[in-house]
């Protein structure tokens, strides 16, 4: 299946849609179309169907720099939570 990327702005954010499958041959144009000056980003994933490993991993990227992720389905939050980047040395954990 394919990945469909559909962008637009708003009130000084850019709000991507994406629908389908976000796999390794789609996140160079997902990661490009993410590429706004500026802009706070957030990411619409009601109709994301599924993501392989390289899809997850650019999702993950994204939100830690800052990206919202909209209506991200539970099945995929486990997996990000999974794949939490390292902490920093001296960097507090949650309690």
Avoid: N, W
């Avoid at 990661?31 to 000056?37: V, Y």
């Avoid at 999702?59 to 919202?68: C, K, P, S, T």
């Amino acid at each position: 299946m394919q990945c469909r990327i559909d962008a637009r702005h708003h009130e000084q954010r850019l709000i991507l849609h994406l629908a389908g499958d976000l796999t390794e041959e789609y996140v160079p144009a997902f990661l490009e179309a993410c590429a706004s000056e500026g802009a706070r980003l957030v990411i619409e994933l009601d109709e994301l169907l599924s993501t392989d490993a390289v899809g997850l991993d650019a999702l993950r990227h994204l939100e830690e720099r800052g990206a919202l992720l909209v209506a991200l389905p539970f099945y995929l939050r486990l997996k990000l939570d999974k794949l939490e980047s390292p902490r920093r040395p001296g960097a507090r954990r949650p309690i």
